[in-house]
């Protein structure tokens, strides 16, 4: 008799996770998602990124599920357009990290209604647009925004030195919003309770998967309680530290097809 995988779901991140650094998905890795979806195995994507940047991998890879976005903000079937949850931040957290910028130099990308909203399209800025494959619009006044629905903030520094902003932002924390480091040189504000992990609680109820046969893989701090809520939590080798320690199961590197190789090793009948 052939036993039935004991994970029926897996759930990744994308960014330092699933794809390269150029941003695309290897031969390999689409290979093993679809025959992992073939054998009815459910796959998805749990990403910072907003609708615009993560439909292309979806479609990409024939997600049929919703997607977790905005790092948990946003539950998203991309496929039909249908949001399931969102989360907004509050009127506090924008007014006062779009008051960081009279106080420190710094990339701010604010994300409100499908758009992305700056202060000046900067080199940092363009090369974030180049990267995810999105556009930023600079804006007249900021204070528009504080009347607009944001689903997050986004600070970029390329020296990675967040220790006054962090400091400035700390008295929000946990009470307005939620500080997370997607990457060394992302700073990301969310909603007061949200996370991937909140995020993959919600999804698995309402694909109705009990969340112990689900597999979390991610790369960095953002994905620290996913990989937590999860059946198993891995870590691929590029990851922090911290993922490192709290993960279930070291992977590879997403240079090295690490989602396949968890595909193969833990979900996979024919191999």
């Known amino acids: ?14 960014d330092g996770t699933l794809v390269d650094h150029q941003q695309r998905i290897s031969d390999r890795n689409k290979d093993r998602i679809r025959c992992f979806q073939q054998e009815g195995g459910l796959f998805t994507l749990a990403t910072g990124r907003m609708e615009d940047a993560a439909l292309s991998y979806a479609q990409e890879l024939d997600i049929q599920l919703p997607v977790i976005l905005y790092n948990g903000g946003k539950i998203v079937d991309l496929v039909t357009g249908q949001c399931f949850f969102e989360a907004l931040l509050s009127a506090e957290a924008v007014k006062q990290s779009l008051q960081l910028l009279h106080e420190y130099s710094l990339d701010i990308i604010v994300y409100s209604e499908r758009k992305l909203w700056v202060d000046d399209v900067t080199p940092v800025i363009m090369d974030y647009m180049n990267k995810d494959r999105v556009t930023c ?5 900021p204070n528009v925004l504080l009347k607009a629905p944001v689903n997050k903030i986004m600070i ?5 030195d967040f220790d006054g902003v962090l400091r400035a932002l700390s008295p929000l924390a946990g009470k307005h919003c939620e500080l997370v480091m997607s990457e060394p040189t992302y700073l990301e504000i969310l909603p007061r309770g949200v996370s991937k992990g909140s995020a993959l609680k919600m999804l698995t109820n309402l694909v109705q998967i009990d969340i112990r046969e689900v597999i979390a893989i991610g ?12 059946g198993l939590g891995v870590a691929v080798d590029n990851a922090h530290v911290r993922l490192k320690e709290k993960a279930d199961y070291l992977g590879k590197s997403h240079l090295d097809h690490a989602v396949a190789e968890i595909i193969e090793k833990f979900c996979l009948l024919n191999k």
């Open 1 to 14: 008799m052939r036993l039935q995988p004991l994970y029926k779901m897996i759930v990744t991140d994308i």
């Open 137 to 141: 619009h600079r804006w007249e006044n």
């Open 219 to 230: 790369d960095n701090l953002n994905d620290l309680e996913m990989i937590g809520e999860a």
């Open 156 to 160: 970029i520094k390329e020296n990675q």
